[in-house]
């Protein structure tokens, strides 16, 4: 069984920061790719921000230069620290991730795993 755990949500002032941790646990032979996606109310589910087994990124344009992604691959952990918070940035934050399972007759395969969510909510 393979668990992702958000923490770090929370309210915060306009021009505040957050840091996300993502945490998988469970049978996880690797992971590939991570990514934070948000969901605000009434809209739907967007990509904030990925990052490569390697450490390549990728970010959304209304992001870029205020959110950073990384990951620690030997902990099995991923980041997302958000400065400059704009109340627009006010969503359910969720990780994701490509991880790969070994399981004894089947073998390796490769599932997408999602968290729970956690509320980011930028309000004065």
């Known amino acids: 069984q393979v668990q992702l755990v958000e923490s770090g949500g929370g309210l915060v002032q306009p021009g505040g920061s957050l840091r996300l941790s993502c945490v998988a646990s469970?049978?996880?032979?690797?992971?590939?790719?991570m990514g934070w996606y948000r969901q605000a109310p009434g809209k739907q589910r967007e990509l904030v921000a990925a990052i490569t087994k390697g450490g390549t990124t990728n970010y959304a344009d209304s992001v870029k230069g205020r959110f950073t992604i990384s990951r620690d691959n030997a902990q099995n952990t991923g980041c997302l620290q958000m400065n400059s918070l704009k109340h627009e940035d006010t969503a359910v934050y969720y990780c994701?991730?490509?991880?790969?399972?070994?399981?004894?007759?089947?073998?390796?395969?490769?599932?997408?795993?999602w968290g729970q969510g956690t509320q980011v909510t930028v309000s004065s």
């Open positions: 994701n991730a490509e991880i790969v399972v070994v399981r004894p007759i089947s073998g390796a395969a490769t599932y997408n795993y």
């Open positions: 469970g049978s996880i032979f690797s992971i590939n790719a």
